[in-house]
């Protein structure tokens, strides 16, 4: 069973960066996609990176939101996934959340991670 362990969350100034961390534990499948998600107060929640390792093939994807600004990565050694948000904005606020998605033969329910904080203030 795949258990999520975020950390990393806090208040920054407008532009400035942050960099959150998911430590991940328990098997996680070869195929497999990692991601952010947030959500802010009155919305829904919003996918904001992902990271897919599919048949040896390893890809990331970003909405036009936090595009250059937001990079997903990840250390194999550690099981752990990294979100590094710079030039963050007022409207980056959300709680924050990390997913593990299975991609393997068998359907497997995704797993999230409690949330952290974020708040940029203007």
């Known amino acids: 069973q795949v258990q999520l362990v975020e950390s990393g969350g806090g208040l920054v100034q407008a532009g400035g960066s942050l960099r959150l961390t998911c430590a991940a534990s328990?098997?996680?499948?070869?195929?497999?996609?990692m991601a952010w998600y947030r959500q802010a107060p009155g919305k829904q929640r919003e996918l904001v990176a992902t990271i897919t390792t599919f048949t040896g093939f390893r890809s990331t994807n970003y909405p036009d939101s936090v595009k250059g600004r937001f990079t997903i990565s990840r250390d194999d050694a550690k099981n752990t996934v990294y979100l590094q948000m710079n030039s963050l904005k007022p409207e980056d606020t959300a709680v924050y959340y990390c997913n593990y998605k299975s991609l393997g033969s068998i359907t497997r329910p995704d797993v999230w991670g409690q949330g952290t904080q974020v708040t940029v203030s203007s």
């Open positions: 328990g098997s996680i499948s070869t195929n497999h996609a």
